[in-house]
């Protein structure tokens, strides 16, 4: 399994494809669905991450951090 540095090179690059003007339909298709896959997956691991810092925060009795605004919309979006 790609670790997370990998996945977010990944999709660096389907990006960098993306943008190109002589892509085929097919191919850009291709790309896009690959890249929504791997922004899912980054996605993930990410929440995991926040969800352990914050576990650790509380466990030391810090305050817990704000909930991102963005994520019901991303969420909704994938």
Do not use: H
């Amino acid at each position: 399994m790609p670790s997370f540095e990998e996945n977010l090179n990944n999709l660096a690059e389907i990006v960098k494809k993306l943008e190109d003007q002589n892509i085929s339909l097919e191919d850009l298709v291709k790309y896009y669905t690959n890249g929504l896959e791997l922004a899912k997956e980054c996605y993930q691991v990410l929440n995991e991450k926040n969800a352990l810092v914050v576990k650790k925060m509380t466990e030391l009795g810090l305050e817990d951090f704000k909930e991102d605004t963005n994520q019901q919309d991303f969420e909704e979006n994938m």
